[in-house]
């Protein structure tokens, strides 16, 4: 209990950590915002496979794993229908506007989004928790959290230029960090007190991860003419995984 609520308070303070780098980096080019997110992908995908979806099909079958990863990936493509896609949220193809209206729109879409986001990501952080396997659910917490950094430096930017002052985007984060926290709680408990669905739980959560690297990650790097170097930077995110994979386990 106290690992998992130590790695709560971690993977939800790594995007407060990415926020307080961005306040040093606030004009990202696209090339480098494309290399951080694209190693962070790979982050993910490692950890969803190696962390969540393996360990599911030790604890469970084939069957219950497979329906685990596509209802999770469907449960945030509905969640998506209620919140804007990576780029919007970054704003990065956006012109800029300074009507104070439209600012403070952009920033409740953007909680939302990234607090819809955050959940399934500290679920997934408290399910590995749950079981037995420390090794793996440690995979996944630092994948997890890896992932959060330059998803919270490439987001000060936008904000900024939209007119939002330092201090709220400091709150933001902090709000969105909770979630991840709430998340992995949620997850941890869950778990263990219904051990049976462990094998489900630890599917549908690589399906959310798995789905946010395809429908928003990936095709986020792909599109600013940078999409060989971003293949490359996943695949030594994915790399990098494996590596520290080997030797915590």
Excluded: C
Excluded at 47 to 76: D, K, M, Q, R
Excluded at 97 to 124: C, R, T, Y
Aim: no cysteine; net charge negative; proline share 3%.
């Amino acid at each position: 209990m106290q690992l998992a609520l130590l790695t709560a308070f971690g993977v939800g303070g790594a995007t407060i950590f990415g926020v307080l780098l961005g306040f040093l980096f606030q004009k990202i080019p696209h090339k480098f915002n494309d290399a951080i997110l694209g190693f962070a992908a790979g982050i993910m995908l490692a950890a969803a496979i190696i962390g969540l979806i393996l360990p599911s099909l030790e604890e469970g079958n084939v069957w219950i794993t497979s329906i685990g990863v596509l209802i999770g990936a469907v449960f945030l493509n509905f969640a998506d229908k209620f919140t804007p896609h990576l780029h919007h949220i970054t704003g990065a193809d956006q012109e800029v506007h300074a009507d104070s209206q439209n600012s403070l729109n952009k920033v409740m879409l953007f909680v939302m989004a990234i607090a819809i986001h955050n959940l399934p990501e500290g679920i997934a952080a408290g399910v590995g928790f749950g079981s037995e396997n420390i090794a793996n659910a440690i995979t996944v917490a630092v994948g997890i959290a890896l992932q959060n950094i330059p998803e919270g430096i490439i987001i000060v930017s936008p904000l900024i230029m939209a007119g939002i002052s330092k201090k709220r985007v400091f709150l933001i984060a902090s709000f969105t960090g909770l979630i991840e926290i709430i998340g992995t709680m949620i997850g941890f408990t869950a778990v263990t007190l219904a051990t049976a669905i462990l094998p489900f739980a630890l599917a549908f959560a690589g399906g959310t991860m798995i789905y946010i690297i395809s429908d928003e990650m990936i095709p986020e790097t792909h599109s600013h003419g940078y999409e060989q170097m971003a293949t490359y930077s996943l695949l030594f995110g994915f790399i990098t995984m494996l590596i520290m994979d080997f030797y915590i386990g």
